[in-house]
């Protein structure tokens, strides 16, 4: 579907050319019958010779009604710009030619109208004014054809340019993210609330639930219709209008965003390029200045900071406009920029950034940080994006960009390739990031082992808030990236530097015999940990790592005993159950000459192991 603009100076035949293309009268409002002119947008359409639908919206031409033009031609493919035989190019003309080229609208066509009432001359005098006027350095020439409401050759004419030129232009891309900017709102009686606008990025269908900004709403689409048929499908590029369920007339305003992602993010502060666009009477624009902000059906007020104190007609600048309300645009929408109170158009630009927080241009970190979001090149929008928040998860990537989320995993993959970011489980990570906080945790590893060298390793949990601002899954799937690049070692849940290995020294090998030689003293009175410590208080983390190591072995009540005695111990009671099925406490404490202190440990010890099992007051040998 392609959509043409209108746009022109007021009174230079706009309207009545719609009209001869379409055979649809594009003023619909009764203060536009009385008035003779156009105020607010209209909208019509044509067929091709194909049966295909061209749609057209006619925007108002008075200087009052400028804002009412820039809503109507911002999601426009390609504009038709009407200039009058008699009054030739005037400075509406001019103001919607910038505004024009503010938005890069580079396919369209300039039609000279009312040409039954001059003469040759000054029809070639009005072309050779108008072609010195648009055919700018870098843009393709734009066909410039006679319109008479008298001359049906003339209208035919224009009707194949405007064919032929539809075909020219490069279609929509679906990127699967429908955007619907509301520019009018009215109630059918016994349908309900219905709305208008120009369906952007993707389709809708009938049923389809969808969200309604700034209320964040969800709503039905009960029906949809375009070109004047209800049709189950709305498809990218056309007009379209939708009746919904879920929200009353009242609660809907023009410049509203109907949209299907409830991810989709809004600001107040967006980061932009603007250029002020050439001015007859040259102002400087201050750097703090209130202007008034218009993309797509959505005009507000807000204040725009830059870099230098001021800025002069024709200056491009990176810039910062803060708002008071809410906004959801997109990455790379246009947008134009006029001056409140004096009903001029200063200039335009681009969205580069719609989650910015306030920050000053004198930092030269932004101006490079949006360097690389200028072209809007996804490599660079994802780079970018990294660099700023460090980690995101996949799917919420780019979502207010103009790709589509398999374009956008595709090129993560090509750059994870490329070593230029990480992709770990669901996250994309920056690379510098990645590899500092990498590091900091092999540095709290190191310190670690240097303060307690005889420990092999330390519980994952120890390091967790070591490393705050990633979530937990991160924080794991970077616990197995350095265990994978052998940059740690994790085993059971414990992890170490790559490079520690614990040795112990002679006098610690003399230590541990001595303390092996207490343990095993006497067997019908073993120690506990704590009575362990207290006899060899220097030498605690020694003990602790013999437990590790299974050189002594903790029952519970922690009962220390060596593995000898242990397996001394757990032989006698396997061979009693071998000849006797079962054992009771009294039973073992016969068989070792030991007290119920030892025996509940031992023969716990022996359920974990599998090995028993208890019924009531007897063990049994586990089958």
Known sequence: MVIFGT?????????????????????????????????????????????????????????????????????????????????????????????????????????????????????????????????????????ILYFSSKDRDSIFQIKNEVEKLSKTIPRKRDIDKPRLFIDRVFEIKGSGTVITGTLLNGNLYQNQSVFHFPSRKKIRLRQIESYNATVEKAVLGSRVALNLAGLKKEDIERGDLIHTNQKMPSGYVFDVNIKLIPQKNPFRLKNGSEIEFISHTKILRGTIIFEQNEAKPEDEFYAQIRFREPLCLMLGDYFVVRLPGLNETIGGGRILDTQSGRHSFRNPRWGKWLVKRDKLEINQLIISELE?????????????????????????????????????????????????????????????????????????????????????????????????????????????????????????????????????RDITSLPTEKELKNRFPKDSA??????????????????IITPSIYGEMKDKIINFLKKRQSITIGQVRDLLHISRKYIVPLLTRMDEESITIRKGNERFLRK
Do not use: C
């Not at 005037?90 to 001059?118: A, C, M, S, W």
């Not at 750059?415 to 590091?439: H, Q």
């Not at 602790?544 to 029952?555: D, K, V």
């Open 7 to 143: 746009a022109g100076h007021i009174d230079h035949g706009k309207t009545s050319l719609i009209y001869a293309l379409t055979s649809m009268d594009a003023d619909r409002l009764p203060e536009e019958k009385l008035r003779g002119m156009t105020i607010d947008l209209g909208f019509a359409w044509m067929e091709t010779s194909h049966g295909e639908k061209i749609g057209i919206i006619d925007v108002p031409g008075h200087e009052h009604f400028i804002r009412n033009m820039i809503t109507g031609i911002t999601s426009v493919d390609a504009f038709i710009l009407v200039v009058d035989a008699k009054e030739g190019w005037k400075p509406q003309t001019e103001e919607h030619f910038q505004i024009i080229r503010l938005l890069e609208i580079n396919y369209g066509l300039i039609i000279i109208t009312k040409t039954d009432l001059v003469l040759a001359d000054r029809l070639r005098e009005v072309e050779q004014e108008i072609a010195e006027r648009i055919n700018t350095p870098n843009k393709q020439d734009i066909p």
């Open 388 to 520: 700023r928040h460090h980690k995101i998860k996949r799917g919420e990537l780019l979502i207010d960009s103009p790709y589509a989320e398999q374009e956008i995993n595709k090129h993560l993959e090509e750059l994870y390739e490329n070593n230029l970011l990480f992709l770990r489980g669901d996250w994309a990570v920056d690379s510098n990031y990645w590899n500092k906080i990498s590091e900091q945790l092999i540095t709290y590893l190191e310190q670690k082992h240097e303060v307690e060298p005889l420990k092999e390793g330390f519980p994952v949990i120890h390091f967790r808030n070591k490393i705050p601002d990633i979530p937990e899954d991160l924080f794991l799937n970077l616990i197995n990236f350095l265990s994978d690049t052998n940059r740690i070692k994790f085993k059971k849940g414990l992890i170490s530097s790559a490079t520690h290995a614990v040795n112990l020294s002679a006098q610690q090998n003399r230590l541990l015999e001595e303390i092996l030689k207490y343990i095993e």
């Open 542 to 559: 020694l003990i602790e790592y013999l437990i590790e190591q299974g050189n002594i072995i903790r029952l519970e009540d922690q009962i």
